[in-house]
């Protein structure tokens, strides 16, 4: 009988099924990370947010039109998330930034909006003024108001009404930097405003943590939900058709001129456009005739007064 040999191995061999060699070798699924894309909000979630700030916007443009006597007209125009010190960079010299609750939430207002919703308010017309310039103190109390009004309507359309949602001081663009971490992700809503024949903008913006809450109250709001996305449906087609621009004018239909008058024109001119006074013009929307029309003037504004009607056989006749 040979002894051992030393540091030998015996050798098994186990035989493997053709099913479990080919599971064995099957490739590992691997995915690259971005771990700058962390925070960033999903499809589903952007499009929650983005349903209940479009009517956030609406109660917004309600609340205003009543408080300041005048047409308000706000609509989300844009949901974006960048890093906070690119979106304190691209800020305005003079912009009004306003924090909440203990800097989880800040509401910005472009100059070119401030002054003009503050003139309304102390019985101007809202002509806009330089906006070059700082708001002195009472002018600032009169923003106060104002922010917080828009608060309210933000507090009703989250559904979180025991938010302690607290509006602090008016604070400097850059002191922003204090309430974030240097590279954190911001989520901004702007929001474009209409304010007698004034365009401008105010935004929301929310820290990481304060989307997460906002988010959650979603969630929580819909917990039967197979899917989150059919709990915010688009507005019916009706709605979406009621929104569309249609072009209108006011009109004398088939009106002919000689060629010699308008040749003879030069400014200080009188064109005659040999039509009886009588006869009205013609409210059009989209080429098609509507109403008969007088010209009018409402203020430093051009109108028109409807009158009857205008039949189906009418308009075919004109």
Request: proline share 6%; with cysteine.
């Amino acid at each position: 009988m040979n002894p051992p040999r030393e540091n030998s191995v015996e050798e098994v061999v186990v035989p493997v099924s053709q099913p479990d060699r080919q599971k064995a070798r099957k490739p590992r699924t691997v995915y690259s990370c971005n771990f700058r894309s962390a925070g960033r909000l999903s499809n589903e979630d952007a499009r929650a947010l983005t349903v209940i700030h479009e009517e956030f916007g609406q109660h917004v443009s309600s609340a205003l039109d009543a408080y300041l006597g005048a047409s308000f007209e706000v609509k989300l125009e844009a949901l974006d998330q960048l890093s906070i010190k690119d979106h304190i960079a691209g800020l305005p010299a003079h912009c009004y930034v306003v924090p909440f609750s203990a800097n989880s939430m800040f509401m910005e207002f472009d100059n070119e909006l401030v002054f003009p919703i503050i003139e309304l308010l102390l019985g101007g017309s809202g002509a806009a003024e330089d906006p070059g310039r700082e708001l002195s103190e009472i002018e600032d109390e009169i923003m106060q108001d104002i922010v917080l009004l828009i608060g309210r309507q933000a507090v009703a359309a989250w559904q979180m009404p025991d938010l302690a949602f607290v509006a602090g001081h008016r604070i400097k663009a850059s002191e922003m930097h204090q309430a974030f971490a240097i590279n954190e992700i911001a989520t901004v809503f702007r929001f474009g405003v209409q304010l007698a024949g004034v365009a401008g903008s105010f935004r929301l913006i929310f820290s990481a943590e304060f989307l997460n809450a906002v988010l959650k109250q979603i969630r929580l709001d819909q917990p039967q939900r197979r899917s989150r996305v059919w709990s915010f449906p688009m507005p019916p087609l009706r709605e979406r058709i009621l929104d569309c621009d249609v072009e209108v004018t006011a009109e004398l239909k088939e009106l002919r001129v000689p060629v010699r008058d308008l040749i003879a024109l030069q400014p200080g001119s009188v064109l005659k456009l040999h039509a009886p006074i009588r006869i009205p013009a013609m409210l059009t929307a989209g080429g098609h005739g509507l109403f008969e029309a007088a010209p009018v003037r409402i203020g430093s504004q051009r109108a028109a007064q409807l009158g009857r009607t205008v039949r189906p056989a009418d308009r075919e006749r004109r």
